[in-house]
């Protein structure tokens, strides 16, 4: 069992840059990956990136490559992912997640197969 709290998301203008946190519990070790997924309202939940835990190797995907970044402090349990350059098609609510899948095969992974969700946190960018 794992647990995912995410906190960090709110309100901001074009351009501006926001990191969401991520903090894991009870048996994530065991996941392997944490990566993130967001939704827009009417629309399907897309991936954004994720990271292999133990080797910090990154898949990101290719509407956000070069402007969201993803890390994680090991010693915390908690995964990042860094926004830059924000843009109001980025406006969704953002869901961690975990999954032992590694995170190469996310680009494809449907997200209703995903193991393990946090609650969400949203994210608005004002034109």
């Known amino acids: 069992q794992v647990q995912l709290v995410e906190s960090g998301g709110g309100l901001v203008p074009a351009g501006a840059s926001l990191r969401l946190s991520c903090v894991a519990s009870g048996r994530f070790f065991r996941s392997n990956t944490m990566g993130w997924f967001r939704q827009a309202p009417g629309k399907e939940r897309d991936f954004v990136g994720a990271?292999?835990?133990?080797?910090?190797?990154?898949t990101v995907a290719d509407a956000v490559k070069g402007r969201f970044t993803i890390s994680r402090d090991t010693a915390a349990n908690t995964g990042y992912l860094q926004m830059n350059d924000l843009e109001p098609e980025d406006t969704a609510q953002y869901f961690c997640?975990?999954?032992?899948?590694?995170?190469?095969?996310?680009?494809?992974?449907?997200?209703?197969?995903?193991?393990?969700w946090g609650q969400g946190t949203q994210v608005t960018v004002s034109s």
């Open positions: 990271i292999n835990w133990h080797e910090e190797t990154v």
């Open positions: 997640a975990a999954d032992p899948r590694p995170a190469s095969q996310w680009k494809s992974l449907p997200w209703r197969m995903v193991d393990t």
